[in-house]
């Protein structure tokens, strides 16, 4: 089979289409035909060497949706130990999931693990209620662009989105958001505020950090929410501070205006604010199977409705990951970045 194998870490250019024997799947997995599967930047850290869990020479991948051998039914997976830029994968059983009836590959695929981080994050992790306001930073990104539209569906009010340019703000607002913002703009806390009537955000969801967390948190109305997703100390080398763009959540790299990553907080800080700060990492939803099933039948009904669709920005040929990866890491992209795995360069 086909396959995009990395043997070191380097930069796009380090991503190669060989040919590999098909996996053989072990107890508890099924072999998956794939047609689709997806850039997100845990496969830019790992493809960098940022912070490398799989060992060398390894198929990236964390997600794929395609046909499930043992009975031909469409099915979604996520998959831990990579494997998705293949003709073929070994998915856990465990994280598969069918893929209903009318619902494309494409929109399961963005779905099921970024619409899972934006669900978990505004659901689980920041207890949303109806009538709340929320902000979302990386709002044009993969897990961001659903963030907004599903604290829409959900009742959220006035949903706010944060993006670096014209043109994505634009596209934050075409998603439903009643105000965008830029994440640079030194007033952003101000500006924040007079988004939800001067009272402050209820909610926000960040996956940058730095000053951009900084200025969330003195954003928050009292007993208001703070959900930190994926956020690094650094950037990997090659998502070094961009010339323009926020893009896709979950791990991002610098951002114009402000450093990224991890900031101190203090327990007399949260006090004084009457405010929280949270977590959350998809991988706490993955090990539970009964709220995986769930969470995906929630969003694939929201899919159904027309209220939640995964916006996607290009599907590129298994030849073209690596121009995928530089798109991505350069933060010109908008939503879901796929992988035509079948497809001919």
Wanted: glycine share 14%; with cysteine; aromatic share 2%.
């Amino acid at each position: 089979m086909r396959a995009v194998l990395l043997r070191h870490p380097g930069g796009p250019d380090a991503l190669r289409v060989e040919q590999v024997p098909e996996p053989v799947p072990e107890p508890g997995q099924s072999l998956i035909d794939v047609t689709l599967t997806g850039v997100n930047f845990d496969d830019l850290d790992q493809r960098a060497g940022a912070h490398p869990h799989l060992p060398l020479p390894a198929i990236l991948g964390v997600e794929a949706a395609g046909r499930r051998r043992a009975d031909g039914r469409r099915v979604v997976a996520l998959l831990r130990q990579g494997g998705g830029y293949a003709e073929v994968v070994a998915a856990p059983d465990a994280h598969t999931v069918e893929i209903p009836t009318g619902l494309a590959d494409a929109q399961a695929l963005g779905l099921f693990e970024q619409g899972g981080t934006a669900y978990g994050a505004l659901v689980l992790a920041g207890r949303l209620r109806p009538g709340e306001s929320v902000a979302v930073t990386a709002a044009a990104g993969g897990v961001g662009h659903l963030a907004v539209q599903l604290a829409v569906a959900l009742g959220a009010s006035p949903v706010i989105g944060l993006a670096s340019t014209p043109a994505k703000r634009r596209f934050v607002t075409g998603l439903g958001a009643d105000a965008a913002l830029g994440p640079a703009d030194p007033d952003l806390p101000a500006r924040l505020r007079a988004a939800t009537g001067g009272v402050g955000v209820d909610l926000v969801v960040d996956s940058v950090g730095g000053t951009v967390a900084r200025a969330a948190l003195a954003a928050l109305a009292p007993f208001g929410r703070l959900v930190c997703l994926g956020w690094r100390p650094t950037a990997a080398p090659d998502r070094a501070r961009p010339a323009t763009g926020v893009g896709d959540p979950a791990g991002s790299g610098a951002l114009p205006g402000g450093e990224a990553g991890i900031i101190a907080l203090s327990t007399a800080e949260l006090a004084h604010g009457s405010i929280g700060c949270a977590g959350f990492w998809m991988r706490h939803v993955v090990d539970r199977r009964a709220l995986l099933c769930d969470v995906a039948d929630r969003l694939f009904a929201l899919a159904a409705q027309g209220r939640l669709t995964v916006h996607v920005d290009r599907t590129v040929p298994l030849a073209d990951v690596g121009a995928a990866h530089a798109a991505v890491a350069a933060r010109t992209t908008t939503g879901k970045v796929l992988i035509d795995v079948r497809r001919e360069g």
